[in-house]
């Protein structure tokens, strides 16, 4: 038989709502209808300057969107730039994470200064690099200095290879630091008597690494990965501008970039929805996949 709630329980139940209502309603208003005012739209065939009512068509947008090179084009130059980015940043903010931690003197002005970029926008975090990959930028001084080929220009947003490193240059710039921040702040969760009893057991620090912080830093991996992927696979601003400044777009027409240009260029919203929806599904997919790999429920200190 089910307990009733005593009457401490139902008001810390009716404090929990009001507390958690503000956000639902800002979820639903700004997250869950727009989703399903999308999914609506993907099954009408409809231009959003003209005055004629949308015209019914089903799926014929998706199946539209499947026979397309250039859809196909945007889910490469998607995928492309999350696995450039994503893999780095993964890996290289935890690297730093523990490296920041076994310095005691700097800490703190380390994690500023690898902080500071997130705190730009997007757009000016491009705009910023547009000028380090001028052809007389110090992206081209830097590279020639330590390469000795003074005076050439290795194309940064000309050539099809050097734009997407680019992009993938200027978002790992940005956001590297926040993650290393959050990297920081699980490493520092976890108890330091674990590694002084695994000292005393004879462990190495390599040993310490690998059975004492990674297995109990998995949640803040699963955390980090998780918005790491969502960033990259949301981008857009930065191919955007890129695009706008004379980049080839072929190779960095990601699929928010395309929808922009489907939606906004080309006003045919109705596909473009059906872009949203797919890259929603695509988004959705990774998550639960990398939250169903991952088993983070079993970890515990």
């Known amino acids: 038989m089910k307990k009733p709630y005593s009457g401490i329980e139902k008001k810390q139940a009716r404090w929990g709502w009001m507390f958690v209502i503000p956000s639902l309603l800002f979820f639903s208003i700004f997250s869950f209808y727009p989703i399903l005012t999308a999914a609506y739209t993907s099954l009408f065939r409809k231009n959003i300057l003209s ?3 949308p015209t019914l068509i089903g799926l014929k947008n998706y199946t539209y969107l499947f026979g397309s090179s250039d859809f196909w084009n ?3 130059a998607t995928f492309v730039f999350t696995v450039g980015t994503f893999i ?15 310095i005691k003197k700097w800490q703190k002005f380390l994690q500023l200064a690898y902080y500071a970029p997130a705190v730009l926008s997007s757009v000016v975090a491009a705009v910023i690099w547009l000028s380090i990959f001028d052809p007389r930028g110090l992206g081209n001084q ?17 050539n099809s290879f050097m734009v997407q490193l680019s992009t993938i240059l200027v ?7 926040y993650f290393v921040v959050i990297f920081i702040a699980g490493l520092s969760a976890i108890p330091g008597s674990l590694y002084e009893a695994a000292k005393i057991d004879g462990a190495n ?26 960033q990259c696979l949301k981008t857009f601003s930065t191919q955007y501008l890129f695009v706008q400044s004379g980049a080839p777009q072929a190779p960095i027409n990601v699929i928010t970039l ?10 045919l919203i109705g596909r473009s929805s059906a872009m949203s929806i797919i890259l929603f599904i695509i988004m959705l997919f990774f998550t639960w996949l990398q939250f169903k790999t991952s088993k983070a429920d079993d970890v515990s200190y």
């Open 88 to 102: 780095p940043l993964l890996v290289i903010s935890l690297m730093l994470a523990v490296f920041i931690l076994m």
């Open 74 to 76: 945007s889910i490469r």
């Open 171 to 177: 978002y790992f710039w940005k956001y590297i630091g």
């Open 142 to 158: 830097w590279v020639n200095f330590f390469m000795n080929t003074p005076g050439i220009d290795h194309k940064w947003l000309a």
């Open 258 to 267: 395309n929808i922009y240009n489907t939606g906004i260029r080309d006003h």
């Open 205 to 230: 620090t390599w040993d310490s690494f690998w059975r004492i912080t990674f297995p109990l830093l998995k949640p803040t991996i699963i955390l980090v990965s998780v918005m790491s992927m969502l």
């Open 51 to 53: 005055l004629k009512a």
